[in-house]
C-alpha cells in the first residue's frame, strides 16, 4: 500500500515535485535514518519482512480552474505556471529558466522524471484534480473532507494519507490542516521550506538541511458520548450535569452504561467545557461558542461519510463535477 499525498497548487510546479524529488532521494538512499523517517508507513507484514515502505502511489491536488484548464475562465486567455528552473537535486540552480507552460504539461514532463523513482513499480501515476475557491474556506474544506472521507473509506484501514501545506494559498492549507484536524484520518502533516528566491523557482529539492519540516497532527475527533452531549444540549439548550448524565441513561443507555456520574462529569463534561464546546457551569450547561464554530464542518464530515464512496467513485459520478481523475502513463 502506497501513500496518497494531498497537496495545495498554485502557479509553482515545484511544490508539487521538489518534495516529491526529496521522498525519492531518501526512499533511494535508505539508510537507517531513512527507514526511521518512513517508519510508519506501509502495512505491518511489509516492514516485518524488510521491504521498503513510503512509496508514492496517488497525487491529489488542490487548486483552481484556471490551473487545471490552463486557461482563464473569463477570457479563454491561456495561463501559464511561473518560470522554473531543472536544477541538480540538493543545490540551487538559477539558470536556465524554462518559460511558462500549462502546468499539466509541465507536471507530466517533471513527474515523468521522478516518480519512477518512488512508484515501487508501478507503470502509471493516477493523478485527481480537484478544483477549489480560493477565496473559501468553507466549500474548499468541503471539497477536501470529502476526499479525504473517501480515501478513509478504502479497506479495513484506510489509505495512508500525506498532506502537504506548501503549495496554494492560505485557504486551501488552512482548510487541510481543519480537515485532517476533524477527520484524524491524516497520517503526517509537513512544510518544505525553500531558503531563497532563487531556490523558490527550483523544481527539485534545494538542500537537505532545513528543508522538511513536520508539522503535529492534532485530531479533534468527537467521541459518541460527546456528539450525544451535544445534540441534547442543541435540542434542550441547557441542562444541569446530573440531568444529562440521567438523561443519557434514558435516551443513550449504551454509551454510559459502565460510566459512573463522577467519571463522567470529570472525563467527559470537564475537557468539553475546557475545549469550549460546552460552556456555562455544573448546574446550567450550555453549547460553547467554539462548537458552534466547529458543528458547520462536523456536519461536512459526518455527510461525505454517510456518502462510503471510494476516490475513485466520487471522481466518477457526473454530479460532482469539481474532481477528475487522470492517469499519467510512464513509459
Known amino acids: 500500500m502506497g501513500v496518497y499525498h494531498l497537496m495545495g497548487l498554485g502557479r509553482s510546479p515545484g511544490v508539487i ?3 516529491i524529488s526529496y521522498l525519492t532521494y531518501r526512499y533511494q538512499r535508505w539508510n537507517a535514518e531513512d527507514q526511521d523517517f518512513f517508519s510508519r508507513s506501509g502495512e505491518a507484514v511489509q516492514r516485518q519482512a524488510g521491504h521498503k515502505v513510503g512509496d508514492i502511489q496517488s497525487l491529489v491536488l488542490f487548486t483552481t480552474p ?3 484548464a490552463g486557461k482563464e475562465e473569463a477570457t479563454g486567455k491561456p495561463f501559464y505556471s511561473f518560470n522554473y528552473v531543472e536544477n541538480s537535486p540538493g543545490r540551487i540552480a538559477e539558470k536556465p529558466e524554462y518559460p511558462p507552460r500549462k502546468m499539466k504539461e509541465v507536471l507530466h514532463h517533471l513527474l515523468k522524471k521522478e516518480y519512477p523513482k518512488i512508484s515501487a513499480g508501478r507503470q502509471e501515476l493516477p493523478i485527481f484534480w480537484v478544483e477549489v475557491d ?6 474548499t474544506y468541503n471539497r477536501i473532507i470529502q476526499v479525504i472521507t473517501a480515501l478513509a473509506n478504502v479497506g479495513g484501514q484506510g489509505k495512508e494519507m500525506w498532506v502537504n501545506l506548501t503549495g496554494g494559498n492560505n485557504v486551501t492549507n488552512f482548510a487541510l490542516q481543519l480537515a ?7 497520517a503526517r502533516l509537513y512544510y518544505v521550506q525553500a531558503e531563497t528566491q532563487a531556490a523558490e523557482k527550483c523544481v527539485w529539492f534545494t538542500s537537505e538541511t532545513n528543508y522538511w519540516t513536520e508539522l503535529p497532527v492534532m485530531p479533534l475527533v468527537l467521541s459518541q458520548l460527546n456528539i450525544a452531549v451535544l445534540n441534547i444540549l442543541e435540542q434542550q439548550k441547557c441542562m444541569s450535569a446530573n440531568t444529562l448524565y440521567s438523561y443519557l441513561h434514558q435516551t443513550y443507555w449504551n454509551l454510559v452504561q459502565e460510566v459512573s456520574e463522577e467519571t463522567f462529569k470529570q472525563t467527559s463534561l470537564v475537557p468539553m467545557w475546557k475545549q469550549g464546546l460546552i460552556s456555562g457551569e455544573e448546574n446550567a450547561y450550555i453549547i460553547g461558542s467554539q462548537w458552534k464554530i466547529i458543528q458547520p464542518y462536523q456536519q461536512l464530515l459526518q455527510e461525505a461519510q454517510n456518502k462510503s464512496l471510494t476516490l475513485e467513485k466520487l471522481a466518477q459520478d457526473e454530479t460532482e463535477t469539481w ?5 499519467l502513463q510512464l513509459n
Do not use: C, F, K, Q
Not at 480560493?134 to 466549500?139: A, H, P, T
Not at 474532481?323 to 492517469?327: P, S
Open 180 to 186: 485532517a484536524t476533524l477527520s484524524g484520518e491524516v
Open 323 to 327: 474532481i477528475e481523475r487522470e492517469v
Open 134 to 139: 480560493r477565496r473559501d474556506i468553507y466549500s
Open 17 to 19: 515535485t521538489s518534495p
Open 66 to 68: 484556471e490551473v487545471i
